[in-house]
């Protein structure tokens, strides 16, 4: 019970002494938890809270139970103790009593606790899941609600934008983004785990560390700033490691109240090895309706279950991911070995990646050209890691992997190598030949040398020599989702404006891995241009996506397409608009 028993010596021999102090209550709480026993967690938490009522962890952690039990009244209660008499900077508080007010139908009183979240909180952690209460609210009160400011979106937009950079591989444009945010706001947490998130997958594990301890040193119990420092101490060598394995340690006590905190939590100790942990909060991800139709975490959960010999939980677990996505290579593959498993009492390793093609990652920088769009940004992070502090032979793989490459980030990290006197000869060689010629020997010397700071995202309609069938299924999805079947006019519309965005983009269009996301900002944007009123919400249940992914991804468009600078004026046909 990590060191909540003690042996004395005395007459009567060894005595074992059972010290039960709030550590040993919470332990016993989250035991509890796991076998869905809400009664037994919520006394000993409040046991917990009787021995340590300054910790407002535990004061959560019973507020958060009282309401999945229904008691919204008690639970409002605690969190209102917390925010008067614990720790008032504890502003997610009054986003916790926004849902209890909705969940008790009192929707003026979840409105005023809403907008007072959003007008004292500067982290922005709820901001996505505060906008879909607000279309809730909205909603429900038949009206828009107050006026109101929010604190923390001075820089949640440019974050949202680094954030989507960082997840489609695109990593020195990323950590360039929130380094300039930072500057400006020092203490944006959030902002802060991703830039060393992309240090990290840049393979600069330095300075990934000096930005997560900085976290962490002025938040000690940052729950994403201690799940990255785990994952970046096991991969930094055997002092690294031992570091790894206390913190892994320490995170089997967390229960997280919130769900995208609860994934964090569970995939880290999934990849830390930690699978009974990580089993639990799956388990309880799938628990809830939010996780309940997500392929994903029930293979991750299945993968957890075999790695704590629960083959039979693993079956049904994949079982479902297949029903709910049948092109779920990995979960396919695993539930035909699941027989011979179970004959030879031998589990062969089994890995969280969801892709397939994630497992042969070593045979796909053998064959580039063949990757799944869902697994750019983790090959390209691997490669950069590894051509930055590899072994020789991974080294020289990853070049030829790179050879596909025209991006600035790639060729700075093999610049980095043929340049690198510590390297064997034949290694620099390769890295100079996939650079190709120096710039001295380019052709047109006279031509006029491209501006190093222009925009981003140009407003000039580039050539598109090639049309990728992802492309095409963005546009079939909101085809069959929007248009009746002689709506020619309509698809025509569809069509050029998706084909506007990706001209302006090309040649660096992202990595389209999320179609019905993608697709459903397609439509939303296309009935702005048409004057029709569309929510997020509206729009997510047609694709079957989060009102927080439409809005993220029309935002995206509408910064390449400037939508709002087209929309229809009166009077004015709205075709003029494209």
């Known amino acids: ?114 907008l007072d979240y959003l007008e004292a909180d500067d982290s922005g952690q ?29 820089g949640a937009d440019r974050h949202d934008r680094a954030r989507a950079m960082l997840e489609e591989g695109r990593f020195a444009e990323s950590a360039d983004m929130l380094e300039n945010l930072l500057q400006q706001y020092p203490d944006f947490a959030a902002a802060s ?64 109240f919130h769900r995208e905190h609860a994934f964090k939590l569970a995939t880290t100790l999934g990849i830390l090895g930690e699978h009974e942990a990580a089993y639990s909060h799956f388990r309880r991800l799938l628990a809830g309706t939010e996780a309940s139709d997500d392929a994903s975490v029930y293979h991750y959960c299945a993968v957890a279950a075999v790695q704590s010999g629960r083959l039979d939980q693993a079956e049904r677990l994949w079982k479902q991911t297949l029903k709910l996505d049948p092109d779920a290579e990995a979960a396919a593959y695993y539930l035909g070995r699941l027989p011979e498993w179970r004959l030879t009492g031998r589990v062969e390793p089994v890995s ?31 490669l950069l890691r590894t051509l930055r502090g590899g072994e020789t032979e991974d080294k020289r793989r990853a070049i030829q992997a790179c050879r596909q490459f025209a991006d600035e980030e790639m060729q700075a990290a093999l610049r980095g190598l043929a340049e690198d006197g510590g390297e064997p000869d034949e290694l620099r060689e390769l890295a100079r030949a996939a650079l190709g010629p120096p710039a ?56 050029a404006l998706w084909t506007d965005f990706l001209r302006r983009m090309y040649p660096e269009v992202p990595a389209i891995s999320y179609v019905e996301g993608w697709a459903a900002a397609l439509d939303y944007l296309n009935g702005k241009l048409h004057r029709v009123s569309s929510t997020y919400e ?31 004026i009166p009077g004015r046909d709205h075709r003029k608009g494209l």
């Not at 010290?19 to 919520?42: G, H, I, P, T």
């Not at 909705?102 to 809403?114: G, S, T, V």
């Not at 994952?231 to 031992?242: L, N, P, V, Y």
């Not at 064959?367 to 750019?376: I, Y």
Request: hydrophobic share 40%.
């Open 440 to 495: 001295e020997d380019a052709e047109a010397p006279d031509e006029e040398p491209e501006l190093s700071a222009s925009p981003r995202f140009s407003r000039e309609p580039a050539e598109l020599p090639v049309w990728e069938k992802r492309w095409q299924d963005v546009l079939d999805t909101a085809i069959r989702a929007s248009c009746a079947p002689g709506d020619f006019g309509l698809r025509r519309d569809l069509e």
């Open 538 to 568: 509206e729009i997510g249940r047609r694709y079957g996506v989060s009102a927080s992914t439409v809005g993220r991804y029309v935002k995206r468009m509408d910064q390449v397409c400037g939508i709002k600078e087209r929309m229809p």
């Open 126 to 154: 709820f901001l996505s899941e505060a906008d879909e209460m607000i279309e809730l609210l909205q909603i429900e009160l038949g009206r828009q609600v107050r006026e109101h400011s929010v604190k923390a979106r001075w």
């Open 1 to 114: 019970m990590n060191g909540n028993y003690r042996r004395e010596e005395g007459p009567r021999g060894n005595v074992v002494s059972l010290s039960m102090d709030e550590n040993f209550f919470f332990e016993r709480a989250v035991q509890a938890l796991d076998r869905y026993q809400y009664d037994k967690a919520l006394k000993y938490f409040r046991k917990a809270v009787e021995l340590e009522p300054g910790n407002p962890v535990n004061h959560c952690n019973m507020a958060g139970i009282l309401s999945e039990t229904g008691d919204y009244e008690a639970s409002n209660a605690v969190l209102l103790h917390v925010l008067e008499e614990v720790d008032p900077a504890m502003t997610e508080c009054r986003f916790y009593m926004a849902n209890n007010f909705a969940n008790m139908e009192r929707f003026e009183d979840a409105e005023k606790a809403l």
């Open 193 to 256: 785990n991703n830039l060393a998130l992309a240090y990290y997958y840049m393979g600069l594990s330095n300075k990934a560390l000096e930005i997560v301890e900085g976290v962490l040193q002025r938040d000690p119990g940052n729950l994403h700033g201690l799940c990255n420092l785990a994952i970046f101490r096991r991969h930094s060598g055997a002092e690294g490691a031992e570091e790894a394995e206390l913190l892994a340690r320490r995170l089997t006590g967390i229960v997280p």
């Open 352 to 382: 969280y990646h969801y892709r397939l093609e994630a497992l042969r990652r070593s045979e796909l920088w053998k064959r580039w050209e063949e990757r799944a769009p869902e697994d750019t940004p983790a090959i390209r992070a691997a």
